[in-house]
């Protein structure tokens, strides 16, 4: 143990540093890497459980190594992503030389054998699954019985990626299988609004949930990539994902475009394209995009602590058992501050900017040299303020790790990456002209125009057009939230100065929830107008959130949004309509749980909402 410590400390002290993040990187650095490589394939193969072959949620560091839990309901579970990111490992665990041919062969039939045992619905698998002690018991659904769509995406890529790999092998066959008893439009309901495919289906209750998979920067996407290649949707539900571009401002000034994600975290915007290749097939689109959020996240790193470290993403808070989705709230739907580092995002960053991810993992390694492990590579997480690391090892954390890791050694020594025997898959099934013009058509995207600074000059008015008081024109104006878990209400009057104010109280007490009130104007032209405005203020004596997100739409789907924070005086807002489109029918005020603060309960005031 010794003599790995020492060898990662001499390769990370004594590595030459690049000049420019886009450079390619030396012989010394790669051996640092196949070190790290070969600890983390090391203790991904010792979060498995050896009766089923499935991994493990968590395993704990103990004694040098990584210690199963099998008593322990929290540790010794398993999900869909979890057993995804297993079979990645074992292609990869073929193709860098860990395992022979045999020996992935039998571990990848042995998991393919408990798929087939495993209660599901509609052939898709639940959430979370509780693995036995007792090899003859069968595993059981245990948390909930919620039948996760993302998920079950991620581990139809990964059948296919492995029958790609043992092409017209009962291995193959078997998976393939699987993979056709699938029909993603399950996902799609029934009535309404069919261009987004749901997050899941609740089994207790009967339905599909209420919030639909809605951005393009998600993993979700290569679940609605392989539900159109399949034909089981049709391609409108992949142009309808949201691709919001915000610019987010560094401390240098400089404005960074980037289509967002709901948490902000790297995850979100890099996993996809480690597991479909889309990086490669559009660089100009997923490409310039991943540059862009990886200047955002060393920027963010300069504000969340002096040491620089950056990596933000969803993970376990340090010190605690429990895992966070979290990111940057500015490249976000979701006001979620991850201010912990996780070493496997910056794996993901590997194939955009080898350099700086170098960089950042030698500067994690030589601050807090224990978050890498002889047997098990990096640790789960740390806090870069406080310096507490993260022991527990989490199994999509550490298949992250894996997978980006031997993706990125994989191209350097000219062999095959995951996504290479994915598309031999598509190529087999006649789907690789189709799956091409979906990704490479991204390039073309006015989304994606705008990250790269190519824009449409925007359109203005011959003459300024006098501000329009919207809540004077407004007949539609309703309130929306869960019965079960959140409240809103609201009222219009004149009180105060006279000017109409618009009450909203909110109860967002349950995590995760969240409340808030709709204004549509569905006969609106907004295309003479350059901005949002209102004021808005918090009661004093009720109380209010830290802040209030503010979304416009347009045919229920967002075009741009701000989070205002509050306090107890009024405040003038003024929120800029997007360049590209200025039409919108729809404005949103959202109340969340997670920026409640001490306050969970309240009421907010808004006056003179206008646009000009």
Sequence with gaps: MRNFFLSCLLLSLFIPRAAGADEGISETDASYLKLIEAAAFQGFERMVDPATGLPVDVAA??????????????????????????????????????????????????????????????????????????????????????????????????????????????????????????????????????????????????????????????????????????????????????????PYKARSGEEIPVIIS???????????DEILGGDRIAPLAFGSNARNVLKIQRDWASRVSDTGLWGFSEGQVPEQNRYESAGIPPIAHQDDSADFVVPYATFLALRYTPAEALRNLKAIMRRYPACLGRTYGFCGSLDPVTGIVNRNIHAGDKGIEVLALGNYLSALEGKKQTADYLWAYFREKGWERKGMMLLKGEEK???????????????????????????????????????????????????????????????????????????????????????????????????????????????????QFERVPLTSSWHNVKVRLPQENKAFDEIVFVFENSVAGKHPRGEVLIQSLSVS
């Design 61 to 246: 560091v103990a004694q040098g190594g990584l210690v199963q839990r099998p008593r322990d309901t929290v540790f010794s579970k398993t999900s869909p992503g979890h057993i995804a990111l297993r079979l990645f490992q074992l292609v990869l665990s073929k193709e860098r030389g860990y395992l022979t041919e045999s020996e992935t062969y039998d571990r990848a039939f042995l998991i393919l054998d408990t798929l087939e045992s495993m209660e599901t619905y509609e052939g898709f698998l639940y959430n979370w699954y509780t693995l036995s002690e007792d090899p003859h018991r069968s595993l059981r659904v245990t948390l909930n019985r919620f039948v996760p769509f993302e998920q079950n995406g991620l581990l139809d890529a990964s059948l296919m990626t492995l029958a790609g790999a043992y092409p017209g092998t009962p291995l193959a066959r078997k998976a393939a299988t699987l993979v056709e008893q699938r029909h993603y439009d399950f996902f799609l309901p029934k009535e309404g609004d069919r261009s987004l495919l749901k997050n899941g289906f609740d089994a207790s209750s009967g339905k599909l949930s209420e919030e639909n998979h809605l951005c393009l920067n998600d993993p979700g996407r290569v679940g609605v990539f392989i539900a159109v290649l399949k034909g089981d949707v049709p391609p409108a539900v992949w142009w309808a994902q949201e691709r919001l571009v915000k």
């Design 262 to 272: 709901w948490t902000g975290g790297l995850s979100d915007f890099l996993l996809a």
């Design 445 to 559: 995207h006015a989304a994606f125009r705008q990250v790269r600074g190519v824009l449409t000059p925007a359109k203005t008015a011959a003459e300024p057009s006098p501000a329009l008081d919207l809540l004077a024109r407004t007949r539609d104006i309703g309130t929306f939230y869960d019965p079960d878990n959140a409240k809103a209400s609201y009222d219009v009057d004149g009180r105060g100065d006279g000017r109409k104010t618009l009450r909203v109280r909110y109860d967002v007490r349950r995590r995760w929830t969240y409340s808030g009130v709709y204004m549509k104007f569905p006969d609106l032209n907004a295309g003479a107008f350059q901005a949002l405005r209102f004021l808005i203020r918090g009661s004093e004596d009720k109380g209010f959130p830290k802040s209030v997100k503010v979304e416009i739409k347009y045919r229920g789907k967002s075009v």
